[in-house]
């Protein structure tokens, strides 16, 4: 049984490029959430996806957004990057019926944006 | 506004002494509570929860206390080891989709 896994590690943009960053869900988990971890900060939620609806958001802008693929998997997308996106973006899966003590990170994507 | 709050960066103890993290929260409506431990270039992994309906949750050597009149949480870690420094956040929730976060709290376990 694999973990959750996401791609690529780091990445570096620059202001104003668009930028999608991957998560593959630990097998058998149908439900994933983003958060975005700025420095010396706990994560904030973007948002969750459960069978390839969003079902819940945070207080992100719309050039945040994603998709959830019929394996599970997920994507965020961030558009016109700023340099305070700069992070670490975590993902989490869990199985919907499952608690939150069943739920697991990814390892994340580190962010840069010059 | 930052609804969860953990207010010490950091905390060292020596090794088989107790380890006292504080979290703070202003949401009342908040009722399921979690702590994650966060080792560096890897993810938050779960440690230990608790509900709004309890006041203590043991799981080894980890418990966690919540004072709901107080909107404070603390998670007790007994004998401290060297292996569990990590920067430990505190989560807290209403709806079961939305998870707020704490800043964490980075603990150093001396030898």
Redesign the interface.
Known sequence: ETGVTQSPTHLIKTRGQQVTLRCSSQSGHNTVSWYQQALGQGPQFIFQYYREEENGRGNFPPRFSGLQFPNYSSELNVNALELDDSALYLCASRDKRGGYNEQFFGPGTRLTVL | DQQ?K?NSPSLSVQEGRISILNCDYTNSMFD?F?W?KKYP??????LI?ISSIKDKNEDGRFTVFLNKSAKHLSLHIVPSQPGDSAVY?C?A?N??????????TSLTVIP
């Open positions: 969860v953990q399921y979690l994650y270039a890897e993810g938050p992994t779960f929860s956040f989560a929730s709806t079961g989709n939305q998870f707020y976060f704490g800043t964490g």
